[in-house]
DNA sequence: ACGCCGATGACAGTCGCTGCCATCAAGCCT
DNA sequence: AGGCTTGATGGCAGCGACTGTCATCGGCGT
């Protein structure tokens, strides 16, 4: 495999994830985590395509649990609930690692350029679940719209659970926040064409 | 005001918007942008923070215009009611520009990078359409929940309306699109906390 | 021992982006 | 008219992200 030590790829990620915490997400250069990880700068492009990539390695896995659930789901079950069980299934993941959840969520947040790349990914995710949901039967727009929705409420349920002091149960939280999209979306009047909105 | 021409910050969107178009996003230089609208590269960043940015200079109008039924309604209309206001109204905006829409459009749907950002804006407006709630007394995260959701409900009629041959009227694929929002979210049944997904 | 092959190192180069200072144009004051 | 101030621009040097190219090293099979 590598030169000299395993693992070059999760070297460069530990490295990254100390750096932007220590010195924050600009003041670190690629080269000095490749030079923390005992590789170079051309090295580290080997494995990431570019600086904000490297927080993102998880990234497949986690796709694979919150799909899952949405693949397998019996025809039977409303869409809502299919994306509900990946949903719940994907926040069992990060529940089990919840300080390292913490520490990346703190770097992204810290940095406009990993926020950009983050949106992207959960993005891709919107479309994974939409792309799902049409196998199933369901037809466009309503099935990109509920992916979208889908990652809505996971995000509105992740930032309980990140915010949270206490060890909250983040499968829960997804519950209620699935609670209000449906308070918001089905307590409503039917719509006119052009609503009275002023004077 | 300028040093020769007028409205630097104009020619340089259009010179880059024409230079997107031709030979791409990627292949295009800042400098070459600039010596187009008859400036130097270093101008172009005084005016845009970054090389995508030239491309959202209207952002700021579409804030106004999507928020400002949001923050006119009255205490008794729904929060999705004066949701869909704002939504109809940014919908009517880019209605008469639909070629320059489209254009634009073409040019991001063809970078990752530009991608990233649009995704980025969006978020914001997210944020600002959640501020506004949170001015009418929804709490949070509801407050967030419902302005992602309200984006999510954009994208998907902004993406119709792009696509459709023919000159369909964008407000009315808004309301659509709620409509299918609430079928989603309507047409569920109560949430067990952890759903039987397989097996 | 030899050769093949994937991973790495080394180097040069482009481009996005910034800091710094000089320069120019226009308005204002005397 | 002449000089001063102010805001926008040009020019230049430099950093850092990212890429293409080639040499090199290590492990592997034969």
Chains 1, 2 share one sequence.
Not at 90 to 115: C, K, N, P, T
Not at 147 to 165: C, K
């Amino acid at each position: 495999m590598g030169r000299w030590e395993p693992d070059a790829r999760g070297r460069l990620e530990e490295a990254a994830m100390a750096l932007y915490s220590l010195r924050g997400y600009e003041n670190t250069t690629v080269a000095e985590i490749a030079e923390r990880a005992g590789l170079t700068e051309r090295t580290f492009f080997r494995h990431f395509a570019d600086k904000r990539e490297v927080l993102f390695g998880a990234a497949g896995t986690f796709r694979e649990r919150l799909l899952a659930p949405v693949v397998a789901a019996a025809d039977e079950v409303a869409p809502i609930d299919a994306l509900a069980a990946g949903l719940g299934a994907a926040a069992e993941m990060l529940q089990e690692r919840r300080d390292f959840s913490r520490q990346r969520q703190a770097i992204i947040a810290s940095s406009g350029e990993l926020q950009e790349r983050e949106l992207a990914k959960l993005a891709s995710l919107a479309g994974a679940l939409a792309d799902a949901l049409r196998a199933r039967g369901i037809q466009e727009p309503a099935a990109s719209l509920a992916g979208e929705v889908a990652i809505a409420v996971f995000r509105a349920a992740f930032e309980r659970w990140i915010a949270d002091e206490d060890d909250v149960d983040f499968p829960q939280l997804i519950s209620d926040s699935l609670g209000q999209l449906k308070a918001l979306a089905g307590g409503a009047t039917p719509r006119p064409k052009t609503l009275p909105v002023s004077g």
